[in-house]
């Protein structure tokens, strides 16, 4: 039984608690927050006994074998970098670095510990996003050459996560970034892109929308659209991508619906996501991908395969968030 020490009992921890009770092979036996109540809140949901108000302390004495980072952004490096030097493997949450130096610094010094790193970079791993990308990779449109990835959404985020209104940077830091990475899965790596931004709320800190045109070394052109500004039937949290190929196209709808046409033939299914017994609509479609990642953290651990989002791999997701603020910022076209 792989043993996990639980870092950050806040908003999104309560998914990722549900997902290791449900994953096998794996189990949280240690808990650590600096916030007593939220601890204890956690510890007594899930009845665990073991709890810390301090990430080494826990780490030193706990016996993990794993640690699950659920903490905010700046906290990430030096509970990484203290999971390194335990020797302990890691999951982190995304963004797993504030910049592109910290987030190398943190792969070198996991991969000279020999331990595992994963970002918990769960979008990828919804299961209409795994229906898209397998139609894809079955050669569903053939060859793709335009693709667009979009999440527009008029949902309160900022009540469940405050932090969203008053960090200064917001949509492409802390959605953007998913679907960026999903853009990644589908399309490959990025070789020039160009970004604008606009903020729509004037009570939130950072931008509230972006709109990034990408051109993928495979040939592929996309463009990335996200808004938290826009009203209108609610899609939140959907990720709905278009993609153009030599032989048809394929588009996942609101709704959860996939079309794929091809040579004059429609085919058109229902690809969403199980309602699992402890999730709640609207997230119930993230809280699956939360199940499901870290259930394949584990077989990572199990098998010695190396995680489809390693924060080697992620470093690559984290440069296009880099690039889009570089250029949303001077209006450049930027080679990530
Ligand atoms: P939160 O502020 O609600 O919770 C963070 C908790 O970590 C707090 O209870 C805080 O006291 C604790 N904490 C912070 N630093 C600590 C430290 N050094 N030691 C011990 N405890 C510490 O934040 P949240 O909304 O749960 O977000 C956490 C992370 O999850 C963020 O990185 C966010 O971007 C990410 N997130 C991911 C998804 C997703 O789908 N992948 C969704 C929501 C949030
Ligand atoms: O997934 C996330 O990181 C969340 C949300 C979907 C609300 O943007 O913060």
Avoid at 290 to 296: K, R, S, T
């Amino acid at each position: 039984m792989i043993k996990v020490g639980l870092i950050g009992c806040g908003f999104f921890a309560v998914n990722q608690m549900q997902g290791w009770a449900d994953a096998e092979g794996a189990q949280v036996t240690a808990i650590c927050d600096r916030d007593p109540d939220r601890l204890a809140a956690m510890g007594a949901r899930f009845g665990i006994a073991q709890r810390f108000d301090d990430a080494a302390r826990m780490m030193r004495e706990a016996d993990l074998d794993v640690v699950d980072i659920a903490t905010t952004l700046p906290s990430h490096r030096p509970l990484v970098m203290a999971a390194a030097e335990a020797g302990l493997h890691a999951i982190c949450q995304k963004p797993f670095a504030e910049t592109l130096e910290d987030a190398r610094a943190i792969v070198a010094a996991m991969e000279r510990a020999g331990r595992v790193l994963m970002v918990h970079e769960n979008f990828r791993w919804q299961s209409p996003i795994r229906a898209v990308l397998a139609a894809l990779r079955e050669g569903a449109v053939g060859r793709p050459f335009f693709g667009r990835v979009s999440f527009r959404s008029g949902y309160d985020v900022f009540s469940g996560q405050p932090y969203l209104a008053t960090d200064p940077r917001f949509i492409i830091q802390d959605l953007g970034i998913h679907i960026l990475d999903i853009a990644r899965a589908l399309f490959g790596e990025v070789e020039r892109l160009s970004a604008s931004t606009a903020r729509i709320n004037p009570a939130i800190r950072g931008e509230d929308v972006a709109t990034i045109l990408m051109d993928h070394a495979g040939g592929v052109t996309s463009v990335v659209d996200c808004s938290y500004a826009t009203r209108r039937d609610e899609t939140f949290p959907q990720t709905l991508i278009e993609i153009d190929g030599t032989e048809g196209t394929l588009r996942l709808e609101a709704g959860y619906r996939l079309v794929i046409d091809r040579r004059g033939d429609r085919q058109v299914r229902d690809v969403s996501p199980p309602l699992l017994p402890w999730a709640e609509r609207p997230w119930h479609n993230i809280q699956e991908s939360v199940a499901l990642i870290q259930q394949d953290f584990v077989a990572c651990l199990r098998e010695g395969r190396v995680p489809e989002t390693s924060g080697r791999d992620n470093l690559a997701t984290l440069a296009l968030v880099e690039a889009a603020y570089a250029s949303a910022r001077d209006g450049s076209r930027v080679r990530p």
